[in-house]
């Protein structure tokens, strides 16, 4: 793994290809695998699913956390490293809620830099913290609210449409519905991914996550922005096939998420109210001599304090 080098990569046309359901039965894969430069995420296997997705893999861009499982499998590494029909030259590692990474101690650094080590013809490629600041930089800008407040990591799929418009001139993006789809089509059973058919739904998924306040990725909110950025850059959607709409670069964003926190946030319901209580410590009485002292001590029990001219204690109300 090098580093301190600048990633020079450059590409007329690419495909990137999502992992969504909706490229089952697409039969897409032939027109994938003639792009000059494919994209693909995480460990999303082509094997067996060649016809809708084809097999060609330029670059992976694999999120950090995903690289544990990527460890724990062989037949994983032997796809995306030894394969010659469906390697990639390049992996690249974006961290997804983190720019600070310590080196000697972040597993997923680790495990990034065993691959390197093992795999030499596959180019492992970290991004740099200013790399991954400006993505989280970005979506406060894009979205009006850090994603720190937002409570979320950054996915996948946000840092995979950030690296194709640093790369490429054009971008055609497969498999990725429109962020109202699922408002659109609320019956629908499109699997997450589309190499577990049986898995769970995309649209159920999307609504559990994108309503959450605490955690959860925002999936829908992500892609309202994707849909501003193609009205910007070259970008266009296949399988399904929509065009970008110039109405969302005109207001803000108005997505379940936004809504949601929008409403807690005047209710004033997104910080949690812990009560303090702060308990009376009871201290243990100390004898006061008699002798030379009865009337001094009278005097402070009046005061309310004891033979040692101290306070008993105080309540504290907050």
């Excluded at 290809?17 to 697409?26: D, R, T």
């Excluded at 830099?113 to 989280?136: G, R």
């Excluded at 670069?249 to 910080?271: I, R």
């Excluded at 812990?274 to 008699?290: F, G, H, N």
């Amino acid at each position: 793994m090098a580093f301190n080098i600048t990633l020079r990569l450059h590409c007329d046309f690419c495909a990137v290809v999502a992992s969504s359901g909706h490229l089952v039965n697409s039969s897409a894969g032939p027109e994938i695998d003639r792009y000059p430069c494919v994209i693909r995420m995480n460990s999303a296997t082509t094997v067996n699913f060649e016809i809708d997705v084809g097999q060609k893999t330029d670059i992976r861009v694999i999120g950090m956390v995903n690289m544990k499982d990527l460890k724990n499998h062989t037949e994983w590494q032997d796809e995306l490293f030894r394969n010659e029909s469906t390697k990639a030259s390049k992996i690249i590692v974006p961290w997804l809620y983190n720019s600070a990474i310590d080196k000697e101690t972040d597993e997923y650094y680790l495990i990034a830099k065993e691959f390197a080590e093992i795999y030499p013809a596959t180019e492992v490629v970290l991004l740099t913290p200013d790399k991954m600041k400006t993505a989280e930089d970005i979506f406060k800008a894009e979205v009006g609210i850090s994603r720190k407040e937002a409570k979320t990591w950054l996915t996948t799929g946000w840092m995979t449409m950030l690296f194709a418009i640093d790369v490429c001139d054009a971008i055609d993006v497969f498999g990725l519905a429109q962020d109202n789809h699922c408002l659109l089509h609320p019956n629908d059973i499109t699997p997450y991914h589309y190499y577990e058919p049986e898995g769970k739904t995309e649209c159920s998924y999307y609504k559990v996550s994108e309503e959450k306040l605490t955690q959860g990725h925002k999936f829908i909110t992500e892609k309202a922005v994707f849909e501003r950025w193609a009205n910007k850059h070259t970008i266009a959607f296949l399988y399904p096939h929509w065009h970008a709409s110039s109405n969302k670069m005109k207001k803000t964003l108005e997505t379940p998420f936004l809504k949601k926190y929008n409403e807690a946030k005047k209710k004033k319901a997104l910080v949690k109210k812990v009560k303090v209580v702060v308990r009376r410590k009871v201290r243990r009485k100390v004898p006061v001599k008699k002798q030379g002292r009865k009337k001094h001590t009278e005097k402070n029990k009046k005061r309310g304090t004891n033979g040692n001219n101290r306070k008993i204690g105080k309540v504290v109300s907050r």
